[in-house]
């Protein structure tokens, strides 16, 4: 079974950046469909906010846009995400994740906090 691992989260100040890591353990990673995911509060639903596909093409949701970049690299079973210009409202849990209707488990996620 796939192993997923996310990292790099932290805290910021508004208009900063960050970059999270995600590491597949396991076969299969460089088919797949690839997205990062944010889980903002409890009752909200975990929001696909970009995907890859093992390509390279990326698709992002409107509220990001424009700051966040995704990328993958297969040979090393990762995908990022560059976030710039962060505001408030992208505080959240972020996983990885496949974009399916079968996911692997969901790892532990990284906490992305971003002050006014």
């Known amino acids: 079974q796939v192993q997923l691992v996310e990292s790099g989260g932290g805290l910021v100040q508004a208009g900063g950046s960050l970059r999270l890591s995600c590491v597949a353990s396991g076969g299969g990673f460089s088919i797949n469909v690839m997205g990062w995911y944010r889980h903002q509060a409890p009752g909200k639903q975990r929001e696909l906010v970009a995907?890859?596909?093992?390509?390279?093409?990326?698709n992002y949701a409107d509220s990001v846009k424009g700051r966040f970049t995704i990328s993958r690299d297969n040979a090393k079973n990762t995908v990022y995400l560059q976030m710039n210009s962060l505001k408030p409202e992208d505080t959240a849990v972020y996983y990885c994740?496949?974009?399916?209707?079968?996911?692997?488990?969901w790892g532990q996620g990284t906490q992305v906090t971003v002050s006014s």
């Open positions: 994740n496949r974009v399916s209707t079968v996911k692997y488990f």
């Open positions: 995907s890859i596909t093992s390509g390279g093409s990326t």
